[in-house]
């Protein structure tokens, strides 16, 4: 009778099998593509490849290379400020947003498209559209005098103290308004009782979001969080358009400095180098968030 049991379930290899199937090729090119890219930058990090790969190996060479490079620490440092900067007003711009949305104002479902639309333009459009509102000549400074205020100034984008935060500028108007709709989907998560609960017990709103809401949303934070930091780590197409890195090297970023050194400089070894930080950079964000969302469900 056990036997016939036995016989009679469904082996676990073949259950979903159609489905198994139909992921074969994703995995093989996430296998041979992604992590065979990934073990071929590392390996030719450590060679002295030019303008195509050669087995040269120098060891460390090229990184020691990248971190004697100003260039390269501009970048970083560039990257470091946009970064935090980014994360903390996005999300709190973003959760502000969709409070405010969750509150069933009207037109609500206009307010929500207007907030989202600079997303769906590419990073180009918003770059370049952001350099002609920023520009002295003929953007907000220029606008601003014709009022009267003729001390006025604001270049962000021709100042290279301060050029960095006109790049961050064009990225909350575009990026904001997707983390509002993800906050937005995540308090209306939230059960009607807490908020009836709350009122009945007197207590302040903010002090609800604060204790009770938020930490119920941990789960739409950390997702959050991860877009937005993978974002940040590959920057690129928003400096090139509004500043091309400059002015000089004051906008630089990694993602610019690796194409600039694979395909302009022709030097691949200082790229791949280049490269590797970087992936190191989104190994820092993944594996955490990983162990977050996996790791902590197993243990519940």
């Not at 930058?41 to 030019?50: A, D, E, H, K, P």
């Not at 930091?229 to 590959?234: E, L, P, Y």
């Not at 590797?276 to 902590?296: K, Q, R, S």
């Amino acid at each position: 009778m056990v036997k016939q049991a036995a016989a009679g379930r469904p082996n676990h290899l073949f259950r979903n099998l159609n489905s198994k199937i139909a992921s074969i090729p994703m995995i093989l090119v996430a296998t041979v593509i992604f992590l065979g890219g990934t073990v071929w930058t590392v390996f030719y990090s450590f060679t002295n490849s030019r303008l195509l790969p050669r087995l040269s190996f120098v060891g460390i060479e090229q990184y020691e290379r990248l971190w004697a490079s100003s260039r390269w620490i501009i970048s970083i440092q560039n990257l470091a400020i946009y970064g935090i900067l980014s994360l903390i007003f996005s999300l709190v711009i973003g959760f502000v947003l969709a409070a405010l949305m969750d509150q069933k104002i009207r037109f609500e479902n206009t307010f929500r498209t207007i907030f989202l639309y600079p997303f769906a333009l590419s990073f180009i459009v918003t770059g370049l559209v952001w350099q002609w509102v920023l520009n002295p000549e003929f953007g907000v400074q220029s606008v601003v005098r014709s009022l009267g205020w003729t001390s006025f100034s604001f270049d962000p984008l021709y100042n290279p103290q301060i050029v960095i935060y006109g790049i961050l500028i064009a990225a909350l108007w575009q990026g904001t308004g997707l983390v509002m709709c993800l906050m937005l989907a995540g308090l209306r998560g939230i059960d009607e009782d807490i908020w009836k609960a709350a009122r009945v017990d007197g207590i302040p709103m903010w002090r609800t979001y604060l204790f009770v809401v938020i930490p119920m949303m941990r789960p739409v934070f950390i997702t959050t969080l991860v877009i937005i930091a993978s974002g940040i780590v590959k920057v690129y197409d928003l400096v090139v358009a509004q500043t091309s890195g400059g002015p000089g090297n004051a906008s630089e970023v990694p993602a610019k400095y690796v194409y600039d050194y694979m395909f302009q400089a022709q030097n691949l070894g200082q790229g791949f180098a280049a490269s590797t930080m970087m992936l190191l950079t989104v190994a820092i964000i993944i594996i955490p968030w990983a162990y977050l969302e996996f790791g902590g469900r197993k243990r519940g």
